[in-house]
């Protein structure tokens, strides 16, 4: 695929993403591919790649002499980057948030417990590297930078538990804490209670410390969720 359809196929892709997590598509429309290529000015090949890719993410399902269907929200696999990066961008962002947020409260603790039994000493130095990287930027309104130190610490915790189920949430997390960034759902500074929280999970993993970290995760879950309360409410 070349650059320009690369490029094409990812402005359709997006397009249709947002507007069928958005409701702008309810549940049971039907999209015609040759509707879809008049309308985005792009060939039908470049349209039945993107509705492929939405099939993959079950937002859609083909059926022959009917066409593209929307698939109600309960089919779609919300655990996909993607879909959560749409449903984050919608109107209901909020509600994505607080699910996410939940779901994170309730597997993030237990992963910090098997972290502090499993972490391999490379992935305790580097669980530490990652807190103090999120202590030097969160002063100075340095979102950005504090995002990379803090998707990149929940990552290790959730790969040093040795649960590889956890492990495929790094990415879920991840859109979650992005999407809190960038669409302004984080005070300009983080909170420093938050932050040295963090400092602490690292330490308590590192001192093989499970009850300590999986107390400490929890603790930080619960300040997320009362942010949201301010923030997203």
């Not at 470049?46 to 066409?67: A, F, T």
């Not at 130190?149 to 990552?155: I, K, P, S």
């Not at 302004?184 to 001192?207: G, K, N, S, W």
Request: net charge neutral; hydrophobic share 45%.
């Amino acid at each position: 695929m070349t650059t320009e359809a690369r490029g094409l196929h990812t402005h359709v892709l997006t397009s249709l993403g947002l507007a069928i997590t958005a409701g702008e598509y309810p549940p049971g429309s039907v999209l015609r591919t040759d509707e879809l290529a008049q309308r985005f000015d792009v060939s039908r090949t470049v349209v039945r790649e993107v509705v492929r890719v939405l099939e993959s993410m079950h937002l859609v399902e083909s059926r022959r002499r009917v066409g593209v269907t929307v698939r109600p929200a309960e089919q779609w696999n919300v655990y996909d980057p993607q879909v959560i990066r749409w449903r984050l961008a919608g109107a209901d962002r909020p509600r994505q948030l607080r699910s996410l947020t939940v779901l994170r409260s309730a597997i993030e603790p237990v992963a910090a417990g098997l972290a502090a039994r499993l972490a391999t000493p490379a992935q305790c130095a580097d669980l530490t590297e990652q807190a103090l990287g999120m202590v030097a930027t969160s002063r100075g309104r340095r979102l950005e930078a504090y995002l990379v130190h803090d998707v990149a610490f929940h990552r290790i915790v959730l790969n040093a538990s040795g649960n590889e189920m956890f492990a495929r949430l790094g990415d879920v997390v991840a859109e979650v804490l992005a999407g809190r960034t960038h669409h302004q759902v984080m005070f300009p500074d983080p909170d420093p209670a938050a932050v040295t929280l963090h400092v602490r999970v690292a330490e308590a993993i590192r001192e093989r410390d499970a009850e300590k970290a999986e107390r400490l995760t929890r603790e930080i879950a619960v300040g997320a969720l009362q942010e949201l309360d301010v923030l997203a409410p």
